[in-house]
């Protein structure tokens, strides 16, 4: 069964930052994207960024220069480093697995999310 745990999340002042991380498991990890996305408090689903197979990132333009992912193969896991957080970050963060190698496909399997909250 696929598993995608996430952790990392916690609260943090305006500036700060934070690093997600999301183990996965039971899939060929280094054969396909992942994701993160995020919902902020009453709203919808919202793309952050997604790496391919190859390390070909894509990103938001709203974390566009602010947020970092990488993947380590030999762990299975994906990071997100949030630098300069602002209070408009605040969101439950989940890491998804593509379809596919490539970030355009669609996520099919999801962890359960971790929080971050960015506030003074």
């Known amino acids: 069964e696929v598993q995608l745990v996430e952790s990392g999340g916690g609260l943090v002042q305006p500036g700060g930052s934070l690093r997600l991380s999301c183990a996965a498991s039971?899939?060929?990890?280094?054969?396909?994207?992942v994701s993160w996305v995020r919902q902020a408090p009453g709203k919808g689903l919202e793309w952050v960024s997604s790496?391919?197979?190859?390390?070909?990132?894509g990103y938001a333009d709203s974390v566009k220069g602010r947020f970092t992912i990488s993947r380590d193969n030999a762990k299975s896991t994906v990071y997100l480093q949030m630098n300069n957080l602002r209070a408009e970050d605040t969101a439950v963060y989940y890491c998804?697995?593509?379809?596919?190698?490539?970030?355009?496909?669609?996520?099919?399997?999801w962890g359960q999310g971790t929080q971050v909250t960015v506030s003074s």
């Open positions: 998804a697995k593509n379809w596919g190698s490539a970030w355009s496909t669609p996520c099919e399997y």
């Open positions: 039971a899939f060929p990890f280094s054969s396909y994207a």
């Open positions: 790496v391919n197979s190859g390390d070909y990132a």
